[in-house]
């Protein structure tokens, strides 16, 4: 699927969809729509809107307009000389998500599904959160087009996160505290679900990452490819040659597919994603559902799961609101099956250890989850040559993260 | 494919009434308490629902997703499901059981398996709820092979394209969703639903039973008045929520469901 020749040509992004589900959104063996009956017709719905507005450059003017005078792109892609030097080996370019109106990657997505919602008439969005930044990428977007927005959102999560919940009461949104199940992302999920299922026809539910029923992962990575596109250019400008080794931390794999899914025809450029170890990956207390998980279907794809035998989800854990869930996006089940993608995964601890480093060594606060792929990222280019580069995907920025860092370094007791 | 619920269908027409379809949560709330409930509620319908406990219920309201929380928290298996299926079908043999739940409990044993021992129980359909007539391929085969009904939803956004997919790809019965929503929201306005129901029959030969809402005897009198089935769940699940203590649960729930089979017998009850 291309625009029409010549329409609208862009010195960065390019718009042809490569790697595309089948017709019912299957990755192979991967993906698909198993969503209920009433869900059926507004997926449809939504994927139609999709393919006619990616087919029509006036939709791309509006979203690159907004991407760049609105969300401030391009995104700088950072040579971290001090880290390089810090870690001793490959030379360490940061892609600063975290540069982002709102602070983290999620927005370039929320602008593309907002624009849809816009161009169907919808009046009203919801969205599950975790980390709090897609919730606030939603109500931000629902700020600027003038809709209701209401954010489902995990008890667990609004107090490990309290900062964005109240940015989003601040913008206008309704934050509705969930309190099913681990009152965490996944929960979040079934509760918008179960709103959508009530409200599909004046509603659009706004999802946060490259998993969920067709279309959302293919709609989802579109979105974030600006990521990749971007740090493909800069790299070749800064550098004069492709990566070695692109990384990622993966929470649904939103962050990921953006910046991975432009090299994949890359053969020579290692793709690693890195997942939430949490107390380690022996502990049964994790969230690494493409190391550790087993096929299953949750939230209407088929994908990675963390299961017990009979099929029933199990509870994750992660320091990080935002990889704390069960699944995984079906495209990167399917890369990893394919030999496409290289796994790694970071403990708490470890994700810890590298917000401060980075933090101390280049004067930059990252999220908890870009933490872990700094974490994993500077593991792994400790063991390479000066000569070869990696990019590390920095998805967010940690401010929403404070209170958590202070509390886990012990700096909030008896005021030290 | 199972005639048992073609049979149950064909009765129910020939005795001027719709068929009473009653759900219960398998191992709500513990197996033991469970198999009693299951036999109480069965002695008064036609077709029994015996839902698979799912951790993460995403079309169930708070009523039935607390039903899969008891279930669980008290240890029931999937093999628990197999058990309660064989012990109503063992006290029973006429009526039809029709296992509901969710993908992945089956995708984890294997749909293969998974029909092989449903089957085994004396179970005549399986409805998936996050299973449409698309992904059909998944369970299909497996489906057929045991001689299991699958059963499809509609609901009021499918259009007539999806309506004609159902009744291609599905069996036993269709099931209208009477709301967009939730189980154990608010009925939808009876009206549409008459209006609907005559609509999917206009392109079906299947009969259409409706559920998702229906809480009051009156309700389920209305509905029996153009149905095949009338479906109860939330209500008769809520029974159970209601009282801790397990004689009375039985008594309640006998009590509702002796109401609700008088409402689709299209006897006169008080609303
Ligand atoms: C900064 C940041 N990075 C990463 C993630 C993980 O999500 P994904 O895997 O979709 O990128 C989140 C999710 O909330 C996030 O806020």
Known sequence: MSLPQGSLDHPLYHFDISHAPDAGGHFGRFGGRFAAETLMQPLKEIEEAFYAAWADPEFHRERLDLLKNYVGRATPLYHAERLTKLTGGAQIYLKREDLNHTGAHKINNTIGQGLLARRMGKKRVIAETGAGQHGVATATVAALFGMQCDIYMGREDMARQMPNVLRMRLLGANVIPVDSGSATLKDAVNEALRNWVATCEDTFYIFGTAAGPHPYPLLVRQFHTVIGQEARAQILEQAGRLPDVAVACVGGGSNAMGLLHPFRDDADVRLVAVEAAGYGLDSGRHAASLAAGTAGILHGNLTFLLEDAEGQVIPTHSISAGLDYPGVGPELALMLEEGRLQLDAATDDEALAALQQLTRCEGIIPALESSHALAAGCRLAAGMRPDQIMIINLSGRGDKDMDNVFKHLGWLEDGK | ?271
């Open chain 2, 1 to 271: 494919m199972s005639t048992r619920l073609a049979q149950v269908f064909e009765r129910c027409r020939a005795q001027g009434r719709a068929a009473l379809v009653g759900y219960l949560t398998a191992g709500d709330p513990n197996p033991q308490q469970s198999r009693e409930l299951l036999l109480t509620l069965a002695a008064h319908c036609d077709i029994i629902e015996i839902g698979m406990p799912f951790s993460d219920p995403m079309a169930d309201g708070p009523v039935i997703e607390a039903a899969s929380v008891r279930a669980l928290a008290a240890g029931t298996h999937i093999s628990d499901v197999f058990e309660l299926s064989r012990v109503v079908r063992q006290v029973n043999p006429d009526m039809g059981i029709v296992l509901m739940g969710y993908a992945n409990v089956p995708f984890a044993m294997g749909f293969e398996l998974f029909s092989e021992r449903a089957a085994a129980a004396g179970v005549d359909g399986v409805l998936i709820v996050d299973i449409p007539p698309e992904e059909g391929a998944i369970c299909d085969a497996a489906f057929k092979a045991h001689a299991l009904d699958r059963i499809l939803l509609l609901s009021p956004t499918s259009p007539d394209e999806r309506i004609r997919l159902a009744c291609d790809e599905g069996s036993g019965f269709l099931y209208y969703v009477s709301l967009t929503g939730i189980t154990g929201a608010d009925m939808g306005d009876i009206n549409d639903i008459r209006s609907k129901v005559a609509h999917i029959r206009s392109l079906s030969g299947m009969p259409v039973c409706v559920g998702f809402g229906i809480k009051t005897a009156a309700q389920a009198a209305e509905v029996a008045a153009f149905a095949d089935g009338v479906v109860v769940g939330s209500h008769f699940v809520s029974q159970i929520a209601a009282n801790s203590d397990a004689d009375a649960a039985l008594e309640a729930l006998d009590a509702s469901a002796a109401a609700m089979q008088a409402a689709t017998s299209g006897f006169q009850l008080e609303a």
